[in-house]
């Protein structure tokens, strides 16, 4: 069974930072894309971060400068380095990866970590 495992979410303190983990298992013959998402209540899904299988990324306007996203192909690991966290960044947020099985592509989401960024 594939899935997708989150870790890091927790309580930071405005300006501070943590690093989001997310870990694909299963049995799948590679990772193309994978991203980054975060949800408020009420809101829709956003996109944070996307990182291709070569290494290419990109981020919303809102994070640049602030958050890095990066992957290790060897452990089918995507990472999010949060730095500069602002209270209005207190949302759940989801991995998201492209998985080839077999000749296919499907995309997995993992369960969400919670990241409240309150004084």
């Known amino acids: 069974q594939v899935q997708l495992v989150e870790s890091g979410g927790g309580l930071v303190q405005p300006g501070g930072s943590l690093r989001l983990s997310c870990a694909a298992s299963?049995?799948?013959?590679?990772?193309?894309?994978m991203h980054w998402y975060r949800q408020a209540p009420g809101k829709q899904r956003e996109l944070v971060a996307h990182?291709?299988?070569?290494?290419?990324?990109n981020y919303a306007d809102s994070v640049k400068g602030r958050f890095t996203i990066s992957r290790d192909n060897t452990k089918n690991t995507v990472s999010l380095q949060m730095n500069s966290l602002k209270p209005e960044e207190t949302d759940v947020y989801y991995c998201?990866?492209?998985?080839?099985?077999?000749?296919?592509?499907?995309?997995?989401w993992g369960q969400g970590t919670q990241v409240t960024v309150s004084s």
């Open positions: 998201n990866a492209q998985l080839v099985i077999g000749s296919e592509g499907f995309g997995y």
């Open positions: 299963g049995r799948f013959f590679s990772i193309s894309d």
């Open positions: 990182i291709t299988s070569g290494g290419s990324t």
